[in-house]
Protein backbone atom coordinates (compact mmCIF):
# COMPACT_ATOMS: atom_id res chain seq x y z
CA UNK A 1 0.00 0.00 0.00
CA UNK A 2 1.50 3.41 -1.50
CA UNK A 3 -1.16 5.65 0.80
CA UNK A 4 -0.69 7.55 3.24
CA UNK A 5 -0.65 5.81 6.66
CA UNK A 6 -1.89 6.88 10.26
CA UNK A 7 -1.18 4.50 13.38
CA UNK A 8 -3.02 4.09 15.83
CA UNK A 9 -6.36 3.75 13.96
CA UNK A 10 -8.36 4.27 17.03
CA UNK A 11 -7.38 5.64 20.52
CA UNK A 12 -9.04 5.62 23.78
CA UNK A 13 -7.50 7.55 27.04
CA UNK A 14 -8.63 9.42 29.78
CA UNK A 15 -8.93 12.90 30.47
CA UNK A 16 -5.63 14.41 31.21
CA UNK A 17 -3.40 11.86 29.53
CA UNK A 18 -0.98 12.55 26.81
CA UNK A 19 -1.37 10.76 23.22
CA UNK A 20 0.92 10.84 20.15
CA UNK A 21 -0.13 9.93 16.67
CA UNK A 22 2.19 9.48 13.45
CA UNK A 23 1.51 9.75 10.15
CA UNK A 24 3.61 8.10 7.17
CA UNK A 25 3.09 10.12 3.70
CA UNK A 26 3.06 8.70 0.49
CA UNK A 27 6.92 8.58 -0.48
CA UNK A 28 8.23 11.73 -1.54
CA UNK A 29 5.51 13.88 -0.67
CA UNK A 30 6.88 16.82 0.61
CA UNK A 31 3.82 18.72 2.26
CA UNK A 32 1.98 17.52 4.70
CA UNK A 33 -0.82 18.56 6.68
CA UNK A 34 -2.95 17.32 10.17
CA UNK A 35 -6.87 17.96 10.47
CA UNK A 36 -9.35 17.20 12.67
CA UNK A 37 -12.68 16.48 12.07
CA UNK A 38 -15.36 15.62 14.48
CA UNK A 39 -19.18 14.41 13.31
CA UNK A 40 -21.18 16.59 11.09
CA UNK A 41 -18.65 18.74 9.86
CA UNK A 42 -15.76 18.69 7.45
CA UNK A 43 -11.99 18.61 8.13
CA UNK A 44 -10.49 21.46 10.18
CA UNK A 45 -6.76 22.26 9.51
CA UNK A 46 -4.58 22.63 12.39
CA UNK A 47 -1.14 22.29 10.92
CA UNK A 48 0.93 21.98 7.70
CA UNK A 49 4.91 21.22 6.75
CA UNK A 50 7.26 21.36 4.19
CA UNK A 51 9.21 19.12 4.60
CA UNK A 52 10.55 19.44 8.07
CA UNK A 53 9.64 23.05 8.44
CA UNK A 54 6.00 23.80 10.14
CA UNK A 55 4.74 26.63 7.89
CA UNK A 56 1.01 27.20 9.00
CA UNK A 57 -0.39 26.37 12.46
CA UNK A 58 -4.07 27.36 13.01
CA UNK A 59 -4.88 30.38 15.23
CA UNK A 60 -7.42 28.09 16.82
CA UNK A 61 -5.00 25.10 18.33
CA UNK A 62 -4.18 25.36 21.42
CA UNK A 63 -0.59 25.18 22.74
CA UNK A 64 -1.70 21.73 24.40
CA UNK A 65 -1.15 20.48 20.52
CA UNK A 66 2.14 20.47 19.10
CA UNK A 67 3.20 18.38 15.93
CA UNK A 68 6.88 17.42 14.09
CA UNK A 69 8.20 16.37 11.29
CA UNK A 70 12.06 15.44 12.37
CA UNK A 71 13.18 14.27 9.27
CA UNK A 72 10.86 15.58 7.06
CA UNK A 73 9.34 12.14 6.29
CA UNK A 74 6.96 11.16 8.60
CA UNK A 75 4.91 13.71 11.43
CA UNK A 76 3.86 13.24 15.12
CA UNK A 77 1.12 15.02 16.43
CA UNK A 78 1.24 14.94 20.32
CA UNK A 79 -1.91 16.02 22.41
CA UNK A 80 -0.82 17.11 25.69
CA UNK A 81 -3.68 16.83 29.10
CA UNK A 82 -6.24 16.13 26.99
CA UNK A 83 -9.63 17.09 27.41
CA UNK A 84 -12.95 15.28 26.26
CA UNK A 85 -13.76 18.32 23.57
CA UNK A 86 -10.39 16.62 21.90
CA UNK A 87 -12.58 13.88 21.25
CA UNK A 88 -12.26 13.59 17.14
CA UNK A 89 -10.94 12.37 13.80
CA UNK A 90 -7.43 12.90 13.62
CA UNK A 91 -6.84 12.91 9.57
CA UNK A 92 -3.16 13.85 7.45
CA UNK A 93 -2.59 14.43 4.45
CA UNK A 94 0.25 14.71 2.18
CA UNK A 95 0.65 16.34 -1.11
CA UNK A 96 3.79 16.46 -3.88
CA UNK A 97 5.56 19.63 -4.29
CA UNK A 98 4.67 20.00 -7.69
CA UNK A 99 0.21 20.03 -7.34
CA UNK A 100 -1.81 20.96 -4.77
CA UNK A 101 -3.93 17.63 -4.28
CA UNK A 102 -4.17 16.29 -0.95
CA UNK A 103 -4.56 12.73 -0.07
CA UNK A 104 -5.47 11.69 3.19
CA UNK A 105 -4.97 8.87 5.37
CA UNK A 106 -7.30 6.74 7.10
CA UNK A 107 -7.34 8.72 10.40
CA UNK A 108 -6.82 8.55 14.22
CA UNK A 109 -9.93 8.44 15.82
CA UNK A 110 -9.22 9.69 19.18
CA UNK A 111 -11.76 9.49 22.46
CA UNK A 112 -11.22 10.97 25.34
CA UNK A 113 -13.46 9.47 28.60
CA UNK B 1 -14.10 31.92 5.99
CA UNK B 2 -15.91 28.62 5.82
CA UNK B 3 -17.46 28.01 2.47
CA UNK B 4 -21.38 27.53 2.62
CA UNK B 5 -22.33 24.15 1.14
CA UNK B 6 -25.85 23.84 -0.20
CA UNK B 7 -27.80 21.69 -0.66
CA UNK B 8 -27.06 20.26 2.83
CA UNK B 9 -28.12 16.80 2.43
CA UNK B 10 -29.90 14.86 -0.80
CA UNK B 11 -31.37 12.02 -1.64
CA UNK B 12 -31.24 10.34 -5.51
CA UNK B 13 -32.40 7.20 -7.19
CA UNK B 14 -29.95 5.86 -9.32
CA UNK B 15 -29.65 7.65 -12.41
CA UNK B 16 -30.90 11.11 -11.10
CA UNK B 17 -28.89 13.82 -11.50
CA UNK B 18 -26.95 16.02 -8.76
CA UNK B 19 -25.84 19.60 -8.49
CA UNK B 20 -24.17 20.74 -5.12
CA UNK B 21 -22.70 24.19 -4.60
CA UNK B 22 -20.32 26.05 -2.48
CA UNK B 23 -19.78 29.73 -2.02
CA UNK B 24 -17.34 31.75 -0.81
CA UNK B 25 -17.32 35.40 0.68
CA UNK B 26 -13.82 35.94 -0.18
CA UNK B 27 -11.60 35.68 -3.37
CA UNK B 28 -10.39 31.91 -4.77
CA UNK B 29 -7.10 30.75 -5.72
CA UNK B 30 -8.54 26.94 -5.63
CA UNK B 31 -11.52 24.76 -4.66
CA UNK B 32 -11.01 20.85 -4.05
CA UNK B 33 -13.81 18.88 -4.15
CA UNK B 34 -13.52 15.18 -1.95
CA UNK B 35 -15.87 12.57 -1.01
CA UNK B 36 -15.89 10.62 2.34
CA UNK B 37 -18.11 7.45 3.12
CA UNK B 38 -18.35 6.64 6.40
CA UNK B 39 -15.82 6.26 8.71
CA UNK B 40 -13.14 6.28 5.97
CA UNK B 41 -10.61 9.36 4.87
CA UNK B 42 -12.04 11.48 2.33
CA UNK B 43 -11.20 10.73 -1.44
CA UNK B 44 -9.75 13.19 -3.94
CA UNK B 45 -12.46 13.89 -6.94
CA UNK B 46 -10.58 16.88 -8.61
CA UNK B 47 -9.28 20.47 -8.22
CA UNK B 48 -10.50 23.60 -9.85
CA UNK B 49 -7.83 26.87 -10.17
CA UNK B 50 -8.69 30.15 -10.63
CA UNK B 51 -9.25 30.72 -14.39
CA UNK B 52 -13.05 29.25 -14.36
CA UNK B 53 -12.34 26.01 -15.80
CA UNK B 54 -14.40 22.91 -15.63
CA UNK B 55 -13.17 19.85 -15.09
CA UNK B 56 -14.67 16.31 -15.90
CA UNK B 57 -13.84 13.13 -14.12
CA UNK B 58 -16.17 10.12 -15.32
CA UNK B 59 -19.82 11.02 -14.86
CA UNK B 60 -18.71 13.99 -12.12
CA UNK B 61 -17.72 17.68 -13.07
CA UNK B 62 -17.57 20.97 -12.10
CA UNK B 63 -16.91 24.16 -12.02
CA UNK B 64 -15.77 27.11 -11.32
CA UNK B 65 -16.68 30.78 -11.29
CA UNK B 66 -13.85 32.97 -10.18
CA UNK B 67 -16.00 36.07 -10.14
CA UNK B 68 -18.65 34.95 -7.96
CA UNK B 69 -16.69 32.80 -6.01
CA UNK B 70 -18.53 29.69 -6.32
CA UNK B 71 -18.04 26.05 -7.30
CA UNK B 72 -20.45 23.45 -8.50
CA UNK B 73 -20.23 19.79 -8.31
CA UNK B 74 -22.34 18.02 -11.24
CA UNK B 75 -22.75 14.44 -10.42
CA UNK B 76 -25.03 12.97 -13.92
CA UNK B 77 -26.77 9.26 -14.05
CA UNK B 78 -25.97 8.63 -10.08
CA UNK B 79 -24.76 5.26 -9.23
CA UNK B 80 -24.78 3.56 -5.09
CA UNK B 81 -21.20 4.32 -5.49
CA UNK B 82 -21.48 7.96 -5.36
CA UNK B 83 -23.77 8.11 -2.04
CA UNK B 84 -21.42 9.23 0.63
CA UNK B 85 -20.74 13.25 2.04
CA UNK B 86 -18.92 15.84 -0.42
CA UNK B 87 -17.05 18.45 0.67
CA UNK B 88 -15.30 21.54 -0.89
CA UNK B 89 -11.98 22.86 0.04
CA UNK B 90 -11.09 26.31 -0.64
CA UNK B 91 -7.44 27.92 -0.53
CA UNK B 92 -8.13 31.31 -0.47
CA UNK B 93 -4.22 32.15 -1.48
CA UNK B 94 -1.34 34.45 -0.74
CA UNK B 95 -2.94 37.98 -1.33
CA UNK B 96 0.68 38.95 -2.03
CA UNK B 97 1.91 37.14 -4.60
CA UNK B 98 -1.50 35.25 -6.04
CA UNK B 99 -0.29 31.68 -5.63
CA UNK B 100 -2.00 28.96 -3.56
CA UNK B 101 -1.36 28.85 0.03
CA UNK B 102 -2.22 25.26 0.44
CA UNK B 103 -4.33 25.58 3.23
CA UNK B 104 -7.92 24.42 2.62
CA UNK B 105 -10.28 25.58 4.64
CA UNK B 106 -13.78 22.93 4.53
CA UNK B 107 -17.37 23.00 3.92
CA UNK B 108 -19.82 21.33 6.41
CA UNK B 109 -20.63 18.58 3.59
CA UNK B 110 -23.45 17.59 1.54
CA UNK B 111 -24.84 14.30 2.34
CA UNK B 112 -25.64 12.40 -0.68
CA UNK B 113 -27.70 9.19 -0.58
CA UNK B 114 -28.45 6.48 -3.58
CA UNK B 115 -31.40 4.28 -3.66
CA UNK B 116 -31.93 2.05 -5.99
Known amino acids: DTGVSQDPRHKITKRGQNVTFRCDPI?????LYWYRQTLGQGPEFLTY????????KSRLLSDRFSAERPKGSFSTLEIQRTEQGDSAMYLCASSPGVEETQYFGPGTRLLVL | QQPVQSPQAVILREGEDAVINCSSSKALYSVHWYRQKHGEAPVFLMI?????EQKGHEKISASFNEKKQQSSLYLTASQLSYSGTYFCGTDLGFAYSGAGSYQLTFGKGTKLSVIP
Open chain 1, 27 to 31: SEHNR
Open chain 1, 49 to 56: FQNEAQLE
Open chain 2, 48 to 52: LLKGG
